[in-house]
Nanobody
């Protein structure tokens, strides 16, 4: 089992920045592929970014590429999502997820999920 707790969400103006954090406990963090997904009201949960166990491989959705950066600190059991140049369409609940398998953009490949943190971007 792994427990994930997100933090860092909030209200920000368009063009601003936020840094989300996800603290993990319960299993060896460094053995987990980590990812961020988001879900806007009335929409399905969708992939945002993922990072390999070592941090050497990352993947991003086209909508956030160049604006968001996923990072991890295996000494602190924490994964981050640095969000820059935020747009109103980034408004969503952001979820941290963990997988014991391989780097993936598919929701079904992630077995462990946090409770989510709300990000609201005003225009």
């Amino acid at each position: 089992q792994v427990q994930l707790v997100e933090s860092g969400g909030g209200l920000v103006q368009a063009g601003g920045s936020l840094r989300l954090s996800c603290a993990a406990s319960g299993r060896t963090f460094s053995n987990s592929v980590m990812a961020w997904f988001c879900q806007a009201p009335g929409k399905e949960r969708q992939f945002v970014a993922t990072i390999s166990r070592s941090g050497g491989t990352t993947r991003y959705s086209d909508s956030v590429k160049g604006r968001f950066t996923i990072l991890r600190d295996n000494t602190k059991n924490t994964v981050y999502l640095q969000m820059n140049s935020l747009k109103p369409e980034d408004t969503a609940v952001y979820y941290c997820a963990a997988s014991s398998n391989y780097v993936s953009v598919r929701i079904q490949d992630y077995a462990y999920w946090g409770q989510g943190t709300q990000v609201t971007v005003s225009s």
